[in-house]
């Protein structure tokens, strides 16, 4: 149980940034100790360097003013001062034999460098060598100095201090480096996982979604950072997907509703064809009526099939070069019988010649369907005016003016949906799908239909399409 959950863990983003930040955390911390570390102890180095040459110096003048004996008598007062374990004075002539020397039985293994005598003959300069001797702790800092005339002063010192610094420096980069990794891996964590909070809720949301509630939200803090635009998104993708479901919904209700009226009345009259004794008379009706149910359900469908596959582009267009002047005219001759037959005055508005290239049976279909909604919807005595004009010089604009009961502005970004019908309007015949077929002919030609309307005092549907040339 515990292995898996730090299995998991391991493979989370929070962990793997958290060993990011830890390890260059580290890395740079190294680097700083390293620097520290170069400099202090050539610092110390240095300064013990100085020491040895102050120290030949010194000898060198007591050589000058007082003789030999004097530094002989000097080197070995100076080594039991400071230590013969400490310190260590040899004289040499100039082919490296020793004449005198402090107490050397410590330092027995100590030998003359041949090299550094020849260097410090051939560049007159003081000489250092570093010398490590095995079985002793510290490494000892050897001067060679000529401090007279044709004498060598050999000048040793244990290098203690500058080995106990090491090792406590060592000391020191081994705890604070763990302590350092422990804090860093802490505050590395910490911040990977404040980090990552916000993408966390959007898992969270994601996996309540998927569990079926699609009106969860996830948090947005107001930072205006990352994370707040990939929330940001992911709600407007959200809000977007319950449009669309409840879109489908309620158009799968309607369908399920307009489905079931006629389906009810087939099954009614096929009903009373079973029981009752009816004549032949009767028998023929009933059939007829069934066939007229059925033409009316497959017309449904059809049309449904046809929005759908004009909306998608499937339905390759038959397009061709036409007049819409003339297919204006032609529909509002065609609708002038049921205007009259309902009291309402058709005007039709289309006397110039608009050539679009389009498929003329949409075409029509779609003038038709408007044609038909603003006669349905307007009372007795109204008036329907239709329009052809120019908007601009590449496109053409059909207005279908009613007089009628309007749209109220709730309705009215709805009615192009599918099977949406405005509640006024339920009492007319129609099944709710004339608005969005036209629209889907419309876009299908690069155009568009929208839509201007006052309740009780009519509406304005005005269909844009591109214009060709003549
Ligand atoms: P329907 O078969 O119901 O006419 P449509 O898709 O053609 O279906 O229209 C959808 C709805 O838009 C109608 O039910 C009606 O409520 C409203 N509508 C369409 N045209 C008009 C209009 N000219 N005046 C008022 N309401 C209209």
Redesign the pocket.
């Known amino acids: 149980m515990f292995l898996k959950k730090i299995n998991s863990v391991r493979h989370t983003l929070a962990f793997r940034l958290t060993l990011w930040y830890a390890g260059i955390f580290m890395l740079t911390s190294c680097v700083a100790f390293l620097f520290f570390y170069f400099l202090i102890t050539s610092v110390i180095r240095d300064r013990t360097d100085q020491d040895l040459l102050g120290e030949a110096r010194t000898l060198s003048s007591i050589l000058r003013l007082q003789g030999i004996n004097a530094v002989r008598r000097q080197i070995v007062y100076e080594a039991q001062a400071a230590g013969e374990k400490k310190i260590f004075f040899r004289l040499l002539s100039l082919d490296g034999q020793e004449f005198s020397s402090s107490n050397m039985s410590y330092w027995r293994d100590i030998g003359v460098a041949k090299a550094a005598i020849e260097q410090l003959i051939v560049e007159n300069q003081p000489v250092f060598r570093t010398v490590n001797l095995p079985d002793r702790k510290h490494n000892i800092r050897v001067l060679y100095a000529i401090v007279g005339r044709n004498i060598i002063l050999q000048l040793g010192q244990s290098m203690e201090n500058y080995t106990r610094f090491i090792e406590a420096f060592r000391k020191i980069f081994v705890t604070t480096m763990a302590s350092l990794f422990v804090f860093a891996a802490i505050v590395g964590w910490f911040m990977a996982r404040r980090a990552l909070a916000g993408v966390e809720a959007v898992t969270r949301t994601a996996r309540q979604i998927s569990e079926g509630s699609l009106k969860e939200r996830v948090p947005v803090k107001k930072y205006q950072d990352e994370i707040d635009q990939l929330a940001l998104t992911f709600n407007q993708m959200l809000d977007r997907i319950q449009t669309l479901v409840t879109g489908i919904r309620e158009i799968s209700d309607n369908i399920a509703h307009d489905l079931k009226s006629p389906i009810t009345r087939i099954r009614g009259i096929s009903e009373v064809s079973l029981t009752a004794g009816a004549s032949e008379k009767e028998y023929e009706s009933m059939a007829a009526s069934t066939i007229e149910e059925c033409d009316r359900l497959l017309d449904m469908i059809n049309t449904m099939l046809v929005i759908s596959r004009t909306e998608a582009g499937v339905n390759k267009l038959d397009a061709k070069k036409l007049d819409i002047g003339t297919v204006v005219r032609d529909a509002c001759e065609l609708f002038q019988a049921p205007a009259e037959d309902k009291d309402i005055r058709l005007i039709c508005r289309a006397a110039g010649n608009f050539s679009i290239s389009g498929d003329n049976r949409l075409i029509q279909r779609m003038i038709a369907?408007?044609l038909?909604?603003?006669i349905?919807?307007?009372p007795a005595g109204g008036s329907v005016e239709v329009k052809v004009d120019s908007v601009s010089s590449d496109g053409v604009a059909v207005s279908?003016k009613?007089s009628?009961?309007?749209?109220s502005e709730e309705?009215r970004p709805?009615?192009?949906?599918?099977?949406?019908?405005?509640?006024?309007?339920?009492s007319?015949?129609?099944?709710?799908?004339?608005?969005?077929?036209?629209r889907a002919i419309a876009r299908a030609h690069g155009g568009d239909i929208v839509?201007a309307?006052e309740p009780n005092r009519?509406?304005i549907?005005t269909v844009t399409l591109p214009k060709t040339g003549l």
């Open positions: 369907n408007l038909d909604n603003a349905k919807y307007t279908v009613d009628g009961i309007g749209i309705d709805r009615i192009f949906e599918r099977f949406y019908r405005c509640d006024p309007s339920r007319e015949a129609g099944i709710g799908l004339g608005l969005s077929f036209a839509v309307s009519g509406s549907f």
